[in-house]
């Protein structure tokens, strides 16, 4: 069982930036894709983008593409999610998850409960 923990989320004015942390716990964290979602109010959850288990590959939605970055740190067991230029569309609660990989959120085993992110005009 991998426990997943989000930090860092806040608020921002829109062109800020925000480095969301998520902290794993629990045997095999490094086997796992980790991925970030995000679901904003009303909408459904949708793929923010991922990192592959040496974190050497990354894999991101278009609305996160050079605005956003994905680290991670085996070591640590930590993965970040490094946000720039923020938008008032990036207001969501986001969640880092752990699974086989992929853009769907039923490819992912262990979720953390969300961190609010709100960005503000």
């Known amino acids: 069982q991998v426990q997943l923990v989000e930090s860092g989320g806040g608020l921002v004015q829109a062109g800020g930036s925000l480095r969301l942390s998520c902290a794993g716990s629990?045997?095999?964290?490094?086997?796992?894709?980790v991925s970030w979602f995000r679901q904003a109010p009303g909408k459904e959850r949708e793929f923010v983008g991922a990192?592959?288990?040496?974190?050497?590959?990354?894999d991101y939605a278009d609305s996160a593409k050079v605005r956003f970055t994905i680290s991670r740190d085996n070591a640590e067991r930590s993965v970040y999610l490094q946000m720039n230029s923020l938008k008032p569309e990036d207001t969501a609660v986001y969640f880092c998850?752990?699974?086989?990989?992929?853009?769907?959120?039923?490819?992912?085993?262990?979720w953390g409960q969300g961190t609010q992110v709100t960005v503000s005009s």
């Open positions: 629990g045997p095999l964290f490094e086997s796992y894709t």
């Open positions: 990192i592959s288990r040496l974190g050497l590959s990354t």
């Open positions: 998850a752990a699974g086989a990989g992929g853009r769907h959120d039923s490819e992912y085993y262990f």
